[in-house]
């Protein structure tokens, strides 16, 4: 059983720093096969796909995030980190990871954490 727990939300001013976590459990990294993505969900809006990790490693990012958020994996934890640089308000939003065998729909949810930008 594949569980999500991510961590590292908080709030922050305009142009500063935030790292995400979203430690896997179940499920192994390195062992591929698996997409990866990263969500956000802003009050009162849809939620979007912002970052999107292909089974053969490739990272996407949106263009409203794009050269800002990076993605990084910790194998030895087995953690993915989103790192976002740079922030803006229209950045705050519940964050969630996600992971699964296919795109949609996806597998497995992590819990979301909340970042502000102010």
């Known amino acids: 059983h594949v569980q999500l727990v991510e961590s590292g939300g908080g709030s922050v001013q305009a142009g500063g720093s935030l790292k995400l976590s979203c430690a896997a459990s179940?499920?192994?990294?390195?062992?591929?096969?698996?997409?990866m993505g990263w969500f956000r969900q802003a009050l009162g809006m849809s939620r979007e796909r912002i970052a999107l990790?292909?089974?053969?490693?490739?990272?996407s990012f949106t263009d409203s995030v794009k050269g800002r958020f990076t993605i990084t994996k910790d194998y030895d934890w087995n953690i993915w980190y989103l790192q976002m640089n740079n922030l803006k308000p229209e950045d705050s939003a519940t964050y969630y990871c996600?992971?699964?065998?296919?795109?949609?729909?996806?597998?497995?949810w992590g819990q979301g954490t909340q970042v502000t930008v102010s």
């Open positions: 990790v292909d089974r053969d490693g490739t990272t």
């Open positions: 996600a992971a699964g065998p296919r795109l949609e729909p996806w597998a497995y």
């Open positions: 179940g499920y192994n990294l390195n062992s591929g096969g698996y997409y």
